[in-house]
């Protein structure tokens, strides 16, 4: 069996709406940069930041929110 569409959506106007969400962000970000904002560098410091985070860790967060996901399923089973 296919999938039903919800009437009223069609593929294109999805596409469309994800266009302009990001022709927005696109935009947001020229105007914080015409601000003097710097958020290449911005984006580039959390990178770094989120990168020297030790793998253990990330697997530990992992495994706990999926463990609490597991448990609140199955509280309301």
Do not use: C, H
């Not at 266009?19 to 560098?41: H, K, N, P, R, T």
Request: net charge neutral.
């Amino acid at each position: 069996m296919g999938a039903v569409e919800p009437s009223g959506s069609s593929r294109p106007s999805r596409f469309v709406k994800i266009g302009a969400w990001f022709a927005g962000i696109a935009i947001f970000v020229l105007v914080l940069q015409l601000l003097g904002v710097d958020v290449s560098g911005w984006l580039s410091n959390l990178w770094d930041q989120i990168s020297a985070v030790p793998p253990g860790y990330i697997v530990a967060g992992l495994v706990f929110q999926s463990g609490q996901t597991l448990f609140a399923g199955a509280s309301y089973y």
